[in-house]
């Protein structure tokens, strides 16, 4: 287990690293925006379970094979963007179906904002390749399990990304709600909804390795 004096680092940097605005909280405040605070939950959620997904293959050691193979990065890094992409274009899709009422009860499926936060998480590769960077430097093999260690540190950093994700719903949440009784207001949030996923999977696309 890392030092007193590395607990402090830690916490503090984890915490500056969750906070700062990123492709997970500007998915979440997408979402939020686009359906409001259930379905900001939903997909702040997902994103938490999609970044435990990659802590516990960086324990094992899974994401460090991956992050070796510059092919796999590659094809995992495209995989993300094109989802992300796709949501983005789905939600400009929508625009075409009816009035803003009509839409925003079209996306209610349960489960669905979880499982595309999830996926999209999943498929976002620099989260592994953070875990590795940045969690290594607080785990010594010669004081216990490093195993161990790695899910505690990487437990507590998705603890702080939720906290920040449902800090974005809580904020962008009841703006959705008012912007749904003005139709044209809720065109304008849709498509600034679409585009930022949309920004956000071609970020990712031409980011380097």
Same mark, same amino acid.
């Given at each position: 287990?890392?030092?007193?004096?590395?607990?402090?680092?830690?916490?503090?940097?984890?915490?500056?690293?969750? /906070?700062?605005?990123?492709?997970?909280?500007?998915?979440?405040?997408?979402?939020?925006?686009?359906?409001?605070?259930?379905?900001?939950?939903?997909?702040?959620?997902?994103?938490?379970?999609?970044?435990?997904?990659?802590?516990?293959?960086?324990?094992?050691?899974?994401?460090?094979?991956?992050?070796?193979?510059?092919?796999?990065?590659?094809v995992l890094k495209l995989?993300?963007?094109?989802?992300?992409?796709?949501?983005?274009?789905?939600?400009?899709?929508?625009?075409?179906?009816?009035?803003?009422?009509?839409?925003?009860?079209?996306?209610?499926?349960?489960?669905?904002?979880?499982?595309?936060?999830?996926?999209?998480?999943? /498929?976002? *590769?620099?989260?592994?390749?953070?875990?590795?960077? /940045?969690? *290594?430097?607080?785990?010594? *093999?010669?004081?216990?399990?490093?195993?161990?260690?790695?899910?505690?540190?990487? /437990?507590?950093?998705?603890?702080?990304?939720?906290?920040?994700?449902?800090?974005?719903?809580?904020?962008?949440? *009841?703006?959705?709600?008012?912007?749904?009784?003005?139709?044209?207001?809720?065109?304008?949030?849709?498509?600034?909804?679409?585009?930022?996923?949309?920004?956000?999977?071609?970020?990712?696309?031409?980011s380097q390795n």
């Amino acid at each position: 287990m890392p030092d007193a004096a590395e607990w402090w680092v830690y916490l503090g940097a984890a915490l500056l690293i969750a /906070f700062a605005p990123g492709p997970g909280i500007l998915y979440v405040l997408a979402r939020s925006i686009r359906g409001g605070s259930r379905e900001g939950v939903r997909s702040a959620f997902g994103n938490s379970l999609g970044a435990t997904l990659h802590v516990l293959a960086a324990a094992v050691g899974l994401s460090a094979v991956l992050m070796a193979s510059a092919v796999a990065f590659t094809v995992l890094k495209l995989v993300g963007a094109a989802y992300l992409i796709y949501l983005g274009v789905r939600a400009l899709w929508e625009l075409r179906g009816g009035s803003g009422g009509q839409l925003r009860d079209a996306p209610r499926q349960r489960g669905s904002a979880v499982l595309q936060g999830f996926v999209s998480e999943v /498929f976002n *590769p620099k989260t592994a390749m953070f875990f590795l960077a /940045f969690l *290594p430097q607080f785990v010594h *093999p010669d004081r216990g399990s490093t195993t161990l260690v790695f899910v505690v540190l990487g /437990f507590i950093f998705v603890l702080f990304t939720l906290t920040a994700d449902l800090s974005v719903v809580a904020f962008a949440g *009841p703006l959705s709600t008012r912007l749904a009784r003005n139709p044209r207001w809720w065109r304008r949030q849709q498509v600034a909804s679409g585009t930022t996923l949309i920004g956000l999977g071609g970020a990712l696309a031409v980011s380097q390795n």
